[in-house]
């Protein structure tokens, strides 16, 4: 019998990429072309320097599974968030990847620069969202 080379399969012609590619595409659209991320209808003379998190027209079991593009939501806990009579915070773990630990050089000032326009904020309808203008970040 005759053998062919892992090659033969692995490329069957000099279009397969582009194949593969093309395909995959299709295969995208067909799957997520109707759940395409929608801005808020705009309305014309409302002014706000209201801060509000994003809506997409995802199901929450694809949306939460975007990692970093994931649009911000809250995780449902039994455990209380009320710090106990006579207790206090004192230390906080984040849990964060990579650069977003230590930022440093451009990535740190491009952080900064971020969280000052944060602070500028007024307005916050958001609950969750109201520590962000007396929010600091002293790891830059």
């Keep these: 019998m005759h053998?062919?080379?892992?090659?033969?399969?692995?490329?069957?012609?000099?279009?397969g990429p582009l194949l593969a590619a093309f395909l995959g595409i299709l295969?995208?659209?067909?799957?997520?072309?109707?759940f395409i991320p929608?801005?808020?209808?705009?309305?014309?003379?409302?002014?706000?320097n209201a801060l509000t998190l994003p809506t997409?027209?995802?199901r929450p079991q694809i949306a939460h599974k975007l990692g970093p593009y994931s649009a911000?939501?809250?995780?449902?806990?039994?455990i209380s968030s009320v710090v106990p009579?006579?207790?206090?915070v004192t230390m906080i773990?984040?849990?964060?990847?990579?650069?977003?630990?230590?930022?440093t050089g451009k990535p740190g000032k491009a952080l900064e620069a971020t969280l000052a326009k944060l602070r500028n904020v007024q307005d916050i309808k958001e609950?969750?969202?109201?520590?962000?203008?007396?929010?600091?970040?002293?790891?830059i």
């Design 3 to 15: 053998e062919q080379s892992w090659k033969t399969w692995a490329y069957p012609s000099r279009y």
């Design 27 to 34: 295969y995208f659209q067909a799957q997520y072309w109707p």
């Design 38 to 48: 929608r801005s808020l209808p705009v309305q014309p003379h409302a002014q706000s």
């Design 56 to 58: 997409y027209d995802l």
């Design 72 to 78: 911000r939501y809250e995780v449902h806990s039994d």
């Design 85 to 88: 009579l006579g207790c206090n």
């Design 93 to 103: 773990n984040v849990l964060q990847r990579h650069g977003a630990r230590y930022p």
């Design 127 to 139: 609950p969750s969202l109201q520590f962000i203008p007396t929010f600091r970040y002293h790891y």
